[in-house]
């Protein structure tokens, strides 16, 4: 298992850790999630990427499969932390881009750890905004934090603010973003502004945390 991890570690690594899973079709090496690792370990929190089986195998063949079933990707999630926490002294943060967040909101309250963070969360499908995924978001008792994209297609920022979320969350907005946090050129902004963003909003929640 530990030849299937990467790691991002902040220089000061004595604190912060953050096991971040990733979404439904990009691997744990995709553009986002160096980016976000990266600029999370300048931050001062250090990032333990990892791949679910289904993109395991995808990796290993070159062929396109869909996610495993829900409770196969919780279990691997569960032994990946177990495995992570057992060489990690610090506080542990659970979370993932889109897909991964969402499991990782799923498991939070179920295993020991100090917090959620979620990268682009999947509210809904995009074009179907009354399929929710947000019943078990209305009760985590996990401080929690969702970074979002103002225009995310999985749950805009007008959609997302009438949603009943725990007060244990945290929503923060990113301008003009989109899923993967890509802002529109009317905006000034670029992916790379919003991702710099992203991380030093994630590094203060979990900084702040007492």
């Known amino acids: 298992m530990t030849d299937e991890l990467l790691w991002n ?8 850790l953050l096991l971040l899973a990733h979404g439904a079709g990009a691997p ?4 986002f999630m160096q980016s976000m690792a990266a600029g999370l370990a300048e931050q ?4 333990v990427r990892f791949e679910f089986p289904y993109m ?8 396109k499969r869909p996610p495993n079933a829900q409770g196969a990707l919780l279990a691997h999630f569960s032994e990946v932390l177990a495995l992570v926490k057992s060489q990690w002294p610090g506080r542990v943060a659970l979370g993932g881009k889109s897909m991964g967040g969402r499991m990782a909101s799923l498991l939070v309250d179920q295993v020991e750890v100090d917090a959620l963070v979620c990268l682009g969360y999947p509210f809904h499908p995009p074009g179907k905004p009354e399929k929710l995924r947000t019943a078990h978001l209305a009760s985590l008792a996990t401080p929690g934090l969702i970074v979002q994209g103002e225009r995310d297609p999985f749950g805009k920022r007008a959609e997302v603010e009438g949603y009943a979320l725990s007060p244990a969350l945290t929503v923060q907005w990113l301008n003009s973003g989109d899923h993967d946090f890509k802002p529109l050129k009317s905006s ?3 992916q790379a502004d919003n991702l710099q963003q992203a991380a030093v909003c994630v590094a203060r929640f979990l900084q702040r945390l007492p």
Do not use: F, I, N, Y
């Open 188 to 190: 000034g902004l670029t």
């Open 44 to 47: 001062g929190v250090t990032v």
């Open 9 to 16: 570690r902040a220089e000061s690594a004595d604190d912060w």
């Open 56 to 63: 395991q195998a995808r990796r290993a063949d070159g062929k």
């Open 28 to 31: 744990m090496d995709s553009e």
